[in-house]
DNA sequence: ACACTCACG
DNA sequence: GACGTACGTGAGTGTA
């Protein structure tokens, strides 16, 4: 490890704002605009290539929030967000540096000012020499004997006599001047009325600015005299703002920032993905072929819904390379599977189908057995054996396939392309550049309508696809696609990747109009990947647990049958019937309160029950055999024939694109509704394991949504309570209720708590009634508290009602639409209720956000710690991870700081985070 | 296929 | 004054 002579540190989110505007606009292929990416990423190059310097990173700024706007909420608080087409090039930026193999520096709470700051002491302290590649003049106080400044737009460096031509005094004096004369678009206020000149003039005169402060009566100038007194503090504060600290914790050691080689191919690879293709020749590396923007770019028109199809079957070699010529030279090709099964971890690749341009596709059978001979069935024509082409050996199109795969400058589009990535990464295929028409249509229309491939071409092409049962058949019929005459499969699979890729092109240009760039390229196609590693890791159970548990339930049921059936006389029924149940209860029994559902039957719910339950002792028993009932026919048996035999594990599918409010689902089986809040559910959960020298870490996000509520609806007393850091529902109580906190008791904190909770979830008198047992009467009163407590809550409910009635969606705060159908519903009931979804759905919507950005983000966050922990599960607010027991601590470190950091709100985001051998102790 | 119930956030 | 309500999911069971 030698000592740096010469660190090169790069103001990267600088660059990035004066590249995207000193540039003229660029798009890749997809539609992502990428001008400042292709700046930054030659502003790069050259800065490796030209200069001697042995250390180099890029600095980032993370968020707004830093420990300035902590004493200064002003600070920066007037910056317009960034603009739309720029969003999704700040994590291509730092793409672009890993590319490069030099390392991104950033840090929650500090500007990138102090980073450098910090970075520069560092590095003169050891001797070196440093070079800041950045313009901003707030930079200018580091300048020094050893310090100088580049400005890489304008290929001109910064030294002393720069700083003093601007300023007006040495960079010493630097921060003194700026404390007077502030700067409006850092809204640093400074002294009103003073400017720069006068600044450095006072500065000159007096040596530096508390002397200045001191003896400002002495000055002349009445006016002058007048401002500095009355608002030395402003200048002492802005002084503050100013001054760089450069006492930050190194987030990286310096030696990590030693310049490596640069490994070409994966520059190639980058700057094939953003059609950089200028770029790669000066690399001098052979650049993969990428046909040109103009023909890659996709029509913005839709496309007529007639068109005149050819698809083709690939059965030979010549076809084959054909296709997969055409596909590469377009840059573009819709891409579709065909598989034995609907468990991408059991299911085996049938076939492959491509579409590069509308009407025109191919099938590439793969793994096609002849109809099996079913007897005289088959009594088609001239026998199927006879006219079934040979097929390509599965070997073959697979290693042709490859590459195509693999290449980033072709972008493969998919419906539900996961599917397709975790039967590619089954047999060893990587996919690298994708889009998905799935999460296209769901980001554009989420909760409009559903996403499925044929439902989207019966609404925008008013075609309907052929069904699968039709090709397959139904029910005990149905055979696996391998099964189906070559011919069949060809029309059904080709038809697939053609209308795949018509949606694209009528999907994607809408991202950019309606304004959904953001959401689809910075949460939802960079989570594919992500959600694919997930569920191909899966979770272990243990097997001989469940199986314990589920012989104890079964006993235990056996012995609460036994019981009611004693208590309803012996006459024996159904315990699983609510029907039977409700006759027994309300008829046989002759209870009292019995209420009928809106079919007519009995009610026989938890809440009924309940209400039974100090008339009859039947009903209590039957809650209970209902509970053990649950646990055993969902979970215990459920899960154990859910144990893929190949893994010992259970693997879920999460859908991207099923909830209205971006939230993810999991089903097969649905691992975000495992019991926690029964003791006997607990157990089930304990049954969840750790590999072996392995531990489950869990790590949720303490009261998102309330914390969402306080900051999306700027409640000032919430928000307050929160950065207190104290009990939220006493402190709620204790506001509400006007009792002081150590005056809480059990039972006000229950009453808030489920006030807060109605909050988010729209709240009405009647449901806050439903949930304490308590009178209509009360619960409205409790309401009215709230509203006068927190007034701003009020304002925010009506705010959002507007907003869906206006635009027909709310949306979250990362941008997500959240669609309101009934929002004008002439049926008071109907509007009633799209109206708490409104209200509602900025809330869920937006800590779905913001747990998506930590999953986009964490991957790399790991890797970069060299950790080797893996995601395995999402419950909505928390992540389970599996890590080895030695890495435990360092994980933990790390999950927290990027799930904190995934927004930045004006309330504090808290992870609470454990470790364990099972789920159950972990959480 | 639908209703009911209940597991989770 | 009555309507029917907490928001978002998926799974198992019974019944038609």
Redesign the pocket.
């Known amino acids: 490890m030698t000592s740096p002579r010469h660190v090169t540190l790069i103001d990267g989110s600088g660059f990035i704002f004066r590249a995207f505007h000193g540039l003229p606009p660029m798009t890749r292929p997809d539609g992502t605009p990428v001008n400042a990416v292709y700046g930054f990423t030659t502003m790069l190059m050259k800065l490796l290539s030209e200069s001697d310097a042995d250390h180099v990173a890029v600095v980032f700024d993370t968020s707004r929030k830093t420990f300035r706007s902590d004493f200064y909420p002003d600070y920066k608080a007037h910056r317009p967000p960034a603009p739309e087409e720029l969003v999704p090039q700040f994590p291509l930026v730092r793409d672009a540096t890993r590319a490069f193999d030099v390392c991104c520096i950033e840090m929650e709470g500090f500007e990138a000012d102090d980073l450098i700051a910090t970075y520069a002491r560092a590095a003169v302290a050891q001797g070196a020499k440093v070079t800041i590649v950045s313009s901003d003049k707030d930079l200018m106080q580091l300048v020094g004997e050893r310090v100088q400044m580049f400005d890489p737009m304008k290929n001109r460096v910064i030294g002393e006599p720069e700083v003093r031509e601007k300023f007006g005094v040495g960079p010493d004096r630097v921060v003194d001047v700026q404390a007077l004369c502030g700067d409006a678009s850092d809204n640093v206020p400074g002294v009103p009325g003073i400017g720069i000149k006068t600044a450095a003039q006072l500065i000159g005169e007096y040596g530096d600015l508390d002397t200045l402060l001191a003896r400002a009566s002495e000055i002349k100038q009445p006016k002058r005299r007048e401002s500095l007194l009355e608002h030395a503090e402003l200048a002492r504060i802005s002084r503050r703002l100013v001054l760089l600290r450069d006492d930050v914790p190194l987030p990286v050691a310096m030696d990590q920032l030693a310049v490596k080689p640069v490994n070409p191919e994966t520059l190639a690879a980058f700057c094939a993905a953003q059609g950089f293709r200028s770029l790669m020749n000066r690399l001098n590396v052979k650049a993969p072929p990428v046909a040109t923007m103009a023909a890659a770019t996709p029509a913005a028109l839709p496309v007529a819904p007639k068109v005149e199809t050819r698809y083709e079957l690939v059965v030979s070699e010549d076809a084959l390379d054909r296709w997969i010529a055409e596909a590469t030279r377009a840059g573009t090709v819709a891409f579709d599977t065909e598989t034995t099964g609907l468990d991408p971890l059991r299911a085996q690749l049938v076939g492959v189908s491509l579409s590069v341009e509308p009407g025109r596709a191919c099938y590439i059978p793969i793994l096609h057995s002849p109809p099996q001979a079913q007897g005289s069935l088959d009594l088609g024509g001239g026998g199927p054996a006879a006219d079934t082409p040979k097929i390509l050996p599965a070997k073959t199109t697979l290693d042709r396939l490859k590459p195509l795969l693999a290449d980033p400058a072709v972008l493969k589009i998919g419906h539900n392309i996961k599917y397709d990535m975790q039967i590619l990464a089954g047999l060893g295929l990587v996919l690298t550049s994708l889009d998905d028409t799935m999460l296209l249509s769901y980001v554009l229309d989420g909760?409009a309508h559903g996403h499925g491939l044929d439902e989207l071409c019966q609404l925008h092409f008013g075609h309907a696809n052929i069904a699968f049962s039709e090709v397959c058949g139904t029910g005990k019929a149905q055979v696996t696609f391998d099964r189906v005459p070559l011919d069949k499969a060809l029309a059904y699979a080709a038809e697939d990747a053609d209308m795949t890729l018509r949606l694209h092109r009528l999907l994607k240009p809408r991202l950019l109009a309606e304004r959904m760039v953001t959401v689809y390229e910075t949460l939802e196609r960079p989570l594919v990947p992500v959600i694919v590693e997930m569920e191909r890791a899966g979770i272990k159970v243990d097997r001989a647990a469940l199986i314990a548990l589920s012989e104890d339930f079964g006993r235990r049921l056996g012995e609460l049958e036994n019981e009611v059936i004693a208590l309803n006389n012996g006459e024996v029924f159904?315990l699983?019937?609510?029907?039977?149940l409700?006759k027994v209860l309300f008829e046989t029994l002759g209870l009292p309160g019995g209420k009928k559902?809106?079919?007519?039957?009995?009610?026989?719910?938890?809440?009924?029950?309940e209400e039974l339950a100090h008339l009859h002792p039947l009903p209590a028993r039957l809650?209970d055999w209902?509970?053990i009932?649950?646990?055993k026919?969902?979970y215990t048996?459920?899960l154990v024939s859910q144990i893929n035999p190949a893994t010992g594990r259970v693997h879920t599918s999460y859908?991207l694109a099923?909830?209205?409010?971006g939230?993810l689902?999991?089903?097969?089986?649905?691992l975000?509704?495992?019991?926690?809040?029964?003791e006997e559910?607990r157990k089930i959960r304990h049954a969840f394991v750790a590999d072996a020298g392995c531990k489950l870490i869990s790590a949720?996000y303490s009261q998102i949504e309330l914390r969402l509520v306080a900051h999306v609806a700027g409640i000032e007393g919430l928000r307050t309570a929160f950065a207190s850091g104290a009990d939220i529902h006493a402190i709620t109580a204790s506001q509400v209720f006007g009792v002081p906190v150590e005056g809480i008791d059990s039972s006000l904190r229950r009453r808030a708590k489920?006030?807060n909770?109605?909050i988010?979830?729209?709240?009405?008198p009647?449901?806050?009634a439903?949930?304490?047992g308590i009178p209509q009467g009360e619960a409205k009163a409790y309401i009215a508290a709230y509203f006068q407590r927190y007034p701003e809550i009020r304002d925010y409910m009506e705010r959002t009602k507007e907003e869906a009635r206006e635009n027909g969606f709310v949306t979250t705060l990362f941008g997500r639409k959240v669609y309101t159908p009934g929002i004008k519903d002439k049926n008071?009931?109907m509007r009633?209720?799209a109206e708490?979804?409104a209200i509602?759905?900025p809330i869920?919507g937006g800590a779905a956000d913001i747990i998506k950005r930590a999953m986009v983000r964490l991957p790399a966050a790991l890797k970069e710690a060299g950790l080797a922990a893996r995601m395995l599960l999402q419950?909505?607010?928390?992540l389970v991870l599996e890590a080895p027991e030695a890495a435990v601590e360092p994980t933990i470190a790390v999950v927290k700081r990027i799930m904190e950091a995934a927004a930045s709100l004006s309330v504090p985001l808290l992870v609470e985070a454990g470790a364990a051998d099972n789920w159950g102790e972990a959480h």
């Open positions: 909760g159904n699983g019937s609510p029907q039977q409700g559902t809106k079919t007519g039957q009995w009610a026989t719910g938890a809440d009924v029950l809650l209902r509970q009932s649950k646990l026919s969902t048996d459920a859908s099923t909830t209205t409010t939230r689902s999991s089903s097969d089986p649905n975000q509704n495992i019991p926690i809040r029964t559910g949720d489920a006030i909770f109605g988010i979830y729209g709240i009405s009647f449901g806050l439903a949930q304490l008071g009931a009633a209720f708490r979804a509602n759905g869920q419950v909505h607010d928390e």
